[in-house]
């Protein structure tokens, strides 16, 4: 089930983002994100096992953040997700939908292609460690 985050969850979410970045979000930035109605997370039998956020960039629906834990992937949750997001923004008017990946993330890479998403440029250096591939899509 996909519904929207509350402050309750921010525990679980915070558990997930260390078991899926190498530089996790604190939970500050989650909560930050609270009133977000694009703010949502994955629950099966009251579990929480994925999360998403997606926000407005300059006119655009941008995805800000997306992870579901590595015990459930390849089971379609993280496709569920992305949909769910690009439902809620089509609802709002938007056209366009962009994000930012870290380039050696190659696997998250993949499952944007997937989903329609093309490679619209690169930012060196974008993260400390790492160059972000701006990818992107219409809606
Ligand atoms: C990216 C992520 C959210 C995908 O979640 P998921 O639930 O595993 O995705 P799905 O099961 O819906 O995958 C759909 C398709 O995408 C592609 N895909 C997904 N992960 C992939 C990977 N690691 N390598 C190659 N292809 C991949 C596959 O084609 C897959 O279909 P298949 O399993 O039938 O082959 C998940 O891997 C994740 O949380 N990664 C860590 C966090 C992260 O990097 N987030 C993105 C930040 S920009």
């Not at 834990?69 to 366009?96: A, F, K, N």
């Not at 997937?114 to 440029?121: A, D, I, Q, S």
């Amino acid at each position: 089930m996909i519904r929207r985050a509350l402050i309750d969850d921010i525990p679980k979410i915070v558990q997930v983002e260390k078991a899926c970045f190498s530089v996790p979000w604190p939970d500050f930035l989650f909560k930050a994100h609270l009133h977000n109605p694009g703010f949502v997370v994955y629950e099966k039998e009251k579990n929480l096992i994925g999360y998403a956020i997606i926000g407005d960039a300059d006119g655009k629906a941008h995805l800000q953040n997306i992870a579901v834990h590595p015990d459930s992937r390849r089971q379609g949750i993280g496709t569920e997700l992305l949909e769910w997001c690009m439902d809620l923004v089509r609802l709002y008017g938007y056209r366009e939908i962009v994000l930012e990946v870290r380039e050696k993330n190659t696997g998250s890479q993949l499952f944007y292609k997937k989903k329609g998403f093309e490679e619209r440029g690169k930012v060196q250096d974008y993260y400390e460690n790492d160059n972000a591939i701006i990818m992107g899509r219409k809606l």
